[in-house]
């Protein structure tokens, strides 16, 4: 079982490759998932040492378009940073 999850890692950090930086690199934290005693809406919330970095639409059509719209915010983040 170990070897599919390994090829599934590498897969997602060939289409998510600031995600995976994010995580793997930069110590941070993201929470996926709504929660109803949570005030916030959001699927997704990006923290850094700083705190809240971005919170999510609290919608979207497909998985595939919140990481596409979590990655893009991540370029940004390191752009802004380089």
Known sequence: MAASLEGLTESLEALYPHLARWILEQEGTIELGCDEDNPSDSMVRVFDNSGLLWESQDA???????????????????????
Not at 67 to 76: A, G, I, N, P, Y
């Open 60 to 82: 979207y059509e497909s998985l595939d378009d919140l990481f596409d719209d979590l990655e893009s915010v991540l370029e940004d983040e390191f752009e802004d940073v380089e």
